[in-house]
């Protein structure tokens, strides 16, 4: 199995950037596809960014299309979620999450994983 731990969530204003990280301990990382997902106040969580277990595929979210990029380090057992131009319909907790398989999936149910989540706050 595998531990995820996601850090740099923080408060940043309208049209500013941050970058979200996830570190994995445990098994072997490149064993995983691996997803960012958010849940905002009152709304049930959703699939953000997705990544294969190589980094080879990428998906997005209509939402954050041409703003965020994720990318991983498998040598360095991490996940990065990089947001720019942030809107405040981003502001969620945002989670990390772990699935032992090389498709990614929109589906929380198909991710074996879960980091504790880190809090993006963007003020407009």
């Known amino acids: 199995q595998v531990q995820l731990v996601e850090s740099g969530g923080g408060l940043v204003q309208a049209g500013g950037s941050l970058s979200v990280s996830c570190k994995a301990s445990?098994?072997?990382?490149?064993?995983?596809?691996m997803a960012w997902f958010r849940q905002a106040p009152g709304k049930e969580r959703e699939f953000v960014a997705g990544?294969?277990?190589?980094?080879?595929?990428?998906d997005y979210t209509d939402s954050v299309k041409g703003r965020f990029t994720i990318s991983r380090d498998n040598d360095k057992n991490m996940v990065y979620l990089q947001m720019n131009s942030l809107k405040s319909e981003d502001t969620a907790l945002y989670y990390c999450?772990?699935?032992?398989?090389?498709?990614?999936?929109?589906?929380?149910?198909?991710?074996?994983?879960w980091g504790q989540g880190t809090l993006v706050t963007v003020s407009s």
């Open positions: 999450a772990a699935k032992i398989s090389r498709a990614i999936d929109y589906r929380t149910s198909t991710y074996n994983y």
């Open positions: 445990g098994r072997a990382l490149s064993d995983y596809a």
């Open positions: 990544i294969s277990r190589f980094g080879g595929v990428t």
